[in-house]
């Protein structure tokens, strides 16, 4: 937990305002003794109370929270207001077809904060979000969307048809991994079709795995398969254009 630091940058922002810590705190609505008490006994402070002040001195959340390694943090983080409840989850990756990489998941040290809406029913799953760089979905999810995602095994089930899931398929041969997102068609046989939804006529084929419980394809000459995780969100810069009739 890297406290000296978080304390570096708010006394950076405080001087800037040129106002001293206990009027910042008074004006972020929270003790005024909180940045002292802080320095004084080096525990982790409420995260609530760090967005208040984030907002008080008029500047970014992350660029406190990013000052603590995520490792201070729990799996994930509820914040309630009379409102709404937040969630601090962590972008962990990318999805990106056709791009093979040793490592899937980021350096912990790389992960980066993201406060989601609650969800109420994956309240108590264990959500991490992965960030778009294809087009390989982008009919659901553009490029530059990030979503929010369940792993299956925490979910304890298998996944459903008609499921937009992450899909890992491993290559023994050069040891790399690609992660995907596909929407899932479970046909009568038993077959499960993992489908592209794009525009992109790059992305127009399914992977086919075999007859399986485990939703898991293992072979010696073409890439294993594994349905990693479900996507229960997403989120994306649109600006909306709607003609209405008169």
């Known amino acids: 937990m890297n406290i000296k630091k978080l304390l570096f940058n708010i006394e950076n922002i405080i001087k800037e305002k040129n106002i001293s810590e206990r009027k910042a705190c008074i004006n972020a609505g929270i003790s005024p ?36 390694n995520p490792q201070s ?15 601090i989850i962590y972008i962990k990756g990318n999805i990106e077809a056709s791009q093979w990489i040793q490592k899937v998941e980021w350096p ?13 029913e994956f309240k108590n799953a264990k959500s991490f979000a992965l960030n778009i760089r294809d087009e390989s979905m982008n009919l659901l999810y553009p490029k530059g969307s990030i979503i929010i ?33 596909k929407i899932v ?4 046989n038993g077959k499960i079709f993992l489908w592209p939804y794009s525009n992109n006529p790059n992305f127009t084929h399914p992977i086919i795995l075999p007859r399986s419980n485990s939703f898991h394809s293992k ?15 997403c ?9 209405l009739q008169n």
Request: net charge neutral; proline share 7%.
């Open 33 to 68: 003794d909180f940045i002292r008490d802080m320095r004084r006994n080096g525990n982790f402070p409420k995260v609530d109370k760090l967005i208040k002040l984030a907002n008080s001195l008029n500047v970014s959340i992350d660029y406190f929270l990013n000052a603590l």
């Open 73 to 87: 943090f729990p799996p994930s983080l509820t914040l309630k207001n009379p409102f709404i409840s937040l969630k």
């Open 108 to 120: 912990q040290s790389e992960w980066i904060i993201f406060p989601i809406p609650e969800n109420p």
């Open 149 to 181: 995602a369940v792993n299956f095994s925490d979910l304890e089930r298998a996944p459903k048809d008609g499921e937009c899931v992450v899909t890992i398929r491993y290559d023994k041969l050069t040891n790399c991994y690609e992660q995907t997102l």
């Open 185 to 188: 068609e479970i046909k009568e």
């Open 219 to 233: 072979n010696n000459i073409t890439p294993s398969v594994t349905i990693q995780s479900l996507v229960i969100g």
């Open 235 to 243: 989120y994306h810069n649109t600006i909306q254009r709607i003609k």
